[in-house]
């Protein structure tokens, strides 16, 4: 098992055993991550530049962490008090930073194929911290990871991703990942927010929130991503989700027993999933977090090395 690419732009491009090389990378990482001197020299004398367009916290300061526990010299740059703010061209901005002998860049960009376009003009090597609607491919990865952590195995097992997954780039990415290795994944959402022609991720598609929970082994809740609705009002009220799509302790209880409750953050509580499910014996959202900078010092070290 390997990766040769100097890219990661999505899942949907990986092998079933290209994702569990990427796993089993992470283990390694995850190990070093428990000592108490978190320290490598991997990436020491490396520039990596965390390109991001869109805001963020979790997946940035995870790459910022990976990044300089590697010994590489990690970059944090924004978009809001750069050039881009004055007309500059996204492909100009990465050449800029480029010739500065950057190696790495991890790219979050509100435009779905951003990654792949700044991919196929930079030499440097290109990590898809998110793009539009399209892949957020280390989040997939760490999700993985958490799973199989917990259950130790991904054949047979059932995955159930609900919310709002028209414009979730994390549902694409798992469903993608998930299919390989597997999982069987089941949606649900609002009509509004499922997509339009949803039979292409080839998943069981649930009528209610009690169908979509029955016997499932891992609730992935998704967060309600108002910024990427244009406006539109897809649910009355916080209030009036959460009785129909949102997760609360009896709802739980719907599932296999000892479930893992996921959630990429930030969570509205009260809204998606309730306090004292988030707060939960069963949630693994914290564990997310933990496992997500293991995933990204893997994926980091991993295109270093493909870099020669």
């Known amino acids: 098992m390997s990766y040769k690419h100097k890219d990661l732009l999505g899942t949907r491009e990986l092998s079933r055993d290209e994702i569990l090389f990427f796993l089993d990378s992470a283990k390694e990482f995850k190990n070093l991550n428990n000592q108490s001197i978190k320290k490598s020299d991997n990436l020491r004398g490396k520039t990596v530049i965390n390109a991001f367009f869109e ?85 997939a990865l760490l999700d993985l990871f958490t799973i199989r952590e917990n259950k130790g195995k991904f054949e047979g097992l059932n995955v159930a991703i609900i919310g709002d997954i028209e414009h979730s780039r994390v549902a694409r990415s798992n469903i993608w990942a998930m299919h390989k290795l597997g999982i069987n994944v089941r949606l649900f959402a609002p009509p509004m927010m499922m997509p339009h022609r949803v039979e292409v991720f080839e998943c069981e598609v649930a009528k209610t929130m009690e169908e979509a929970l029955d016997g499932v082994d891992v609730i992935m809740m998704l967060r309600i991503q108002l910024e990427r609705q244009g406006g539109a009002v897809a649910f009355p009220s916080g209030r009036e989700y959460s009785k129909f799509f949102g997760l609360n302790k009896n709802r739980v209880k719907l599932a296999n027993p000892n479930p893992l409750i996921f959630h990429p953050g930030p969570i509205n509580r009260g809204v998606e999933i309730n306090s004292d499910v988030a707060d939960g014996e069963h949630s693994f959202v914290l564990n997310q977090v933990e496992n997500g900078v293991a995933v990204r010092m893997a994926v980091l070290d991993i295109l270093n090395k493909n870099r020669g």
């Open 55 to 139: 805001n963020s916290t979790r997946t940035r300061i995870s790459f910022e962490t990976a990044a300089k526990r590697l010994g590489a010299d990690a970059i944090n740059f924004s978009a809001a008090q750069s050039s881009t703010k004055k007309g500059e061209t996204l492909i100009d901005t990465i050449r800029n930073m480029e010739a500065m002998k950057t190696d790495i860049f991890v790219v979050r960009h509100e435009c779905s194929g951003s990654a792949e376009f700044i991919a196929k003009n930079t030499d440097a090597s290109i990590v898809n911290g998110g793009d539009g609607l399209n892949e957020h491919p280390t989040q």
